[in-house]
């Protein structure tokens, strides 16, 4: 539910080929907390550099839960942030759980 696309933010030092893989519940019911899978794989040839981060997009009538989320992410405005994430080496992946609960009406 809502629209955009997670954009990963690399500083400009170092070439390392980074991907982001965004795994979203298949199926929600209304009122449902959306808890999403992000993954950032570091596919070489070089190590990330340190503070990577992401940008999430908050669906309407949701915000962000950092109750039952994990990484270091906060909300602002209608998207989420999450920072710092360090020492992704060749090969290696880091997976962040971003949860997003319904606005009660």
């Known amino acids: 539910p809502g629209t ?6 690399l500083p400009t030092s170092g070439q390392p080929d980074m991907s982001l893989t965004l795994i979203a519940p298949p199926n929600i019911q209304r009122d449902d907390t ?18 990577l981060s992401f940008i ?5 009538n949701y915000t ?9 992410c906060t909300q602002q405005g209608s998207s989420v942030r999450c920072t ?11 997976t962040v759980s971003v949860a ?6």
Request: charge should be positive.
């Open 100 to 105: 997003m609960k319904p606005i009660s009406s």
């Open 84 to 94: 710092n994430i360090n020492n992704l080496r060749n090969g290696q992946e880091r």
């Open 34 to 51: 959306l808890l999403y899978s992000v993954k950032l794989r570091n596919n070489g040839p070089e190590s990330a550099p340190q503070n």
């Open 4 to 9: 955009g696309v997670p954009a990963v933010a």
């Open 56 to 60: 999430l997009p908050v669906p309407s």
């Open 64 to 72: 962000y839960d950092p109750d039952r989320s994990n990484g270091y």
